[in-house]
């Protein structure tokens, strides 16, 4: 019963938020749809808070914990929300972007410790998966946490950019550095997924370290006058992180919520970029063309 | 290769929300006007905080004498919930400035009118 209730609760939520982005884009019903989506996801964390049990019929428990962080993060959320600058709001949407993508990687680091508390490890993990589903259960963690971590250290530096805090830096080499620094990241996830040795929590906090630091390089050369088109992109990131939780849990309002935004974010990003008359290459690499005109001026 | 196949099909419901819901973000968004650009990020960026559910379902399947997956966890419903609560503040806030300044210029427009 409590089951079918937390299923239809989901099935509530994923349809706000199509319908709350549908009335998102036109100017009358703008207001309304917000309040929509708000709706459905206050049904759909509701739900899950009372109705969420797992396979063996546990239910949730560290309710404490759970209301405190709610409250906390309601408080601290509503008064930056409401106090922030009418000027300052795009850093407001930065801001918030970072802490959904730190929420997905901090996801999938108590998944991993999850399943490497679990002594013996390969025992309980493979009474729990059989062999390839193992396979795939990390693989999502990991695509949670890279993703996750470069939202998250991306949007702060976005944020920093939009405040006027952090400058353009940019040196002969930065593109070969950044897909470098991505390269070993991803290498290192292959090497966890696939070798015995890799598999333990060293690794998984470098492979977090990388992402985070390509999330700084990533943003670094990019001017602040390009971070709207950047901070959508960053905002799709997020919400392919967040489709990684969807999965990870079997979850289908983390999977609608999180791919809808996906994509609606990355055509998001190509009409900010046309509004703007650019293309999206030119916003996220045109870095060096800005040097060399500069030079050339 | 097969048993990436066996995957798909046991998880078949999810292959299709995914593709259908690829499709559904990209036919709604097409047609939006570039003032209501920032807003529907700023829109879309709240939704993307149903990641607090996760948030939400790790805090409490953590086990209590477990304090590292404890801090972690509330850590992440307290940053889950800034999104969720932040983003759909401020989205609220920048659309009620559009509301205000075409109420005033409708009323010019009357009294040109």
């Known amino acids: 019963m409590g089951l079918a209730v937390l299923s239809l609760c989901y099935l509530i939520g994923s349809v706000t938020f199509i319908v709350g982005l549908k009335m998102l884009s036109h100017p009358r019903t703008a207001r309304r749809g917000n309040l929509v989506a708000a709706a459905g996801m206050g049904i759909a964390i509701v739900g899950t808070i009372f109705l969420y049990q797992t396979e063996d019929g546990t239910r949730l428990h560290n309710y404490g914990w759970i209301f405190s962080g709610l409250i906390i993060g309601g408080i601290i959320g509503t008064v930056l929300a409401r106090k922030v600058k ?55 963690i990991l695509a949670g946490l890279v993703i996750g971590s470069i939202s998250f ?23 070969v550095l950044n897909i470098s620094v991505l390269v070993i990241t991803l290498l290192l996830a292959v090497g966890l997924l696939t070798q015995d040795a890799f598999f333990n929590g060293w690794v998984f906090g470098l492979i977090m370290l990388l992402a985070l630091v390509y999330g700084i390089l990533f943003v670094m050369p990019i001017g602040g006058a390009d ?39 990355a055509i998001l990003t190509v009409l900010m970029c046309k509004a703007m008359n650019r293309s999206l290459k030119n916003v996220l690499l045109g870095s060096f063309g800005g040097v060399k005109s500069g030079q050339a001026a | 290769m097969g048993s990436l196949l066996q995957f798909l099909h046991d ?88 509301r205000t300044r075409k109420k005033k210029t409708d009323l010019q427009e009357n009294r040109n009118g």
């Open chain 1, 86 to 140: 009418m000027t300052a709001m795009p850093e407001m949407v930065s801001l918030f972007n970072g802490m959904g993508g730190l929420c997905a990687a901090l996801i999938s680091v108590n998944e991993f410790e999850h399943l490497t508390h679990a002594d013996p490890l390969l025992f309980v993990a493979a009474a729990l998966f059989s062999g390839q589903n193992l396979l795939l259960h990390v693989f999502i």
């Open chain 1, 153 to 175: 250290s991306g949007s702060m530096i976005a944020l920093g950019k939009l405040a006027g805090k952090i400058g353009v830096w940019r040196f002969q080499g930065q593109q």
């Open chain 1, 227 to 265: 971070m709207p088109v950047v901070i959508s992109v960053l905002n799709s990131c997020t919400g392919i992180a967040a489709a990684c939780g969807g999965f990870l849990y079997d979850n289908q309002v983390m999977l609608t919520g999180g791919i809808l935004v996906g994509s609606a974010g």
């Open chain 2, 11 to 98: 998880h078949l419901e999810m292959a299709y929300i995914v593709v259908l819901s690829v499709f559904l973000g990209v036919e709604v968004i097409s047609r939006v006007p570039s003032v209501l650009h920032t807003p529907l990020m700023s829109g879309a960026n709240a939704i993307h905080g149903v990641v607090i559910i996760g948030a939400i379902i790790v805090m409490g399947q953590a086990s209590p004498d477990n304090y590292f997956a404890l801090i972690i966890g509330f850590l992440a419903v307290i940053v889950g919930t800034l999104n969720v609560v932040g983003g759909f503040v401020v989205t609220d806030r920048m659309l009620d400035m559009f």
